[in-house]
């Protein structure tokens, strides 16, 4: 990759020799694209025979690596306020500058909870003062994520809230959450939702089945996640609201999402890149690391839900970064927190699915960065003239052994520790300005 400047010319940079990945156009083309004022301002078909033409101040020869959209990554948890120890805005926000993520839309589940207008503000200002990415702040759906009273959503929207939600909180109280589905309706608001049954999930920390009898260790049937989309989904066909289930992770979920989709229904889902690349079978002798939330499912359930992704059923795929400290990871695996980080590991992860044949990469990036700006509403996500150029350069090959100590999130509870992995973030671009690479 190499570079060449012109001081005295206009600030525009010229990309040339590039593996243009465009999920919009489904299409993988070796190409160039020109950046204007932080704005994508043409696609080049082919490298042009005299850049020089183009009055670039910068021109960047990518040597035939992969340049495609930033990932746009839903339900990152930046442990700020209350647990800054875990993960802050800023190495946060240089960890996804690190793994090709321009902009994050963090989690409410914060201490105290993201609930009202003051403590979105501040948010809002650490994250701009400290982020050399994006940050989008989701709400809280009720007060202190407690499934008793609907929050003030007109004022958290006004605010900047880009969705609500209250996590892996689930709303018990379907007259509680059917209110807050009809006010959100009124304002057009996108509420996300975890679609998990409590009380069946309570204590659970595999998926039911062989393995977990043999480890001995207290399970929850796929089926709960089932049952709680079932009435998510009856809910908003009652309300009309915008609905996205965060993680959808098993087969038996699947044919109920899309018969809502069929039947006209404003519903979205996703799944985590955690859900995607790894089994039950990864936890082996009580690995805490592997530890999510939802468990880990068995491996029909795993490769169910990568069809689904590439069927366009499931639309999104994000990190579902949840750093947590060495403290709360070395206990015995009931005990243990759930949750690992992946803003670092997010792309080389998802490589596995790309090299194994399961996805090409329009279809990745479609599902890494174009549907979740659409569903938020973002002109992100897109190589077209217009758009921001919220831009990554990796090359999808490069062979590595992934270090967790080495990560750029203050948390280093990663399931691909010690892992040999493909695929190298080489450069990201912010608007147009480089926020990692050389």
Known sequence: ?????????PMTTLFTNARLIDPERGTDTIGALLVEGGEIKDILPHAPDDPEMFRARNILDCEGKCLAPGIVDIGVKVSEPGERHKESFGTAGFAAAAGGVTTMVTRPDT???IDSPEVLEFVARRANADSPVRVLPMAALTKGREGREMVEIGFLRDAGAVAFTDCDAV???TKVFARCLTYARSLGALVIAHPQDPGLSDGACVTSGKFASLKGLPAVSPMAERMALDRDLALVE???AKYHADQ???ARALPRLERAKANGLDV???VSIHHLTLNETDVGDYRTFFKVKPPLRSEDDRMAVVEAVASGLID???????????ESKRLPFEEAAS??????????AAMRLFHAGHLDLPTLWRALSLNPAKRLGLAQGRLAAGAPADLVLFDPDAPFVLDRFKLRSKSKNTPFDGARMEGKVLSTWVGGERVFGA
């Not at 949750?339 to 080389?348: D, H, I």
């Open 238 to 240: 009652m309300t009309g």
């Open 316 to 326: 999104v795929i994000s990190s579902m970064h949840t750093p947590q400290d060495e």
């Open 248 to 250: 959808i992770t098993s």
């Open 171 to 173: 709303v018990t109280n």
């Open 268 to 270: 979205t889902a996703g």
């Open 339 to 348: 949750g690992a980080v992946a803003l670092e590991t997010l792309l080389p």
């Open 1 to 9: 990759m190499t570079i060449q400047q012109e001081g005295t010319r």
């Open 111 to 113: 201490t105290p909870a």
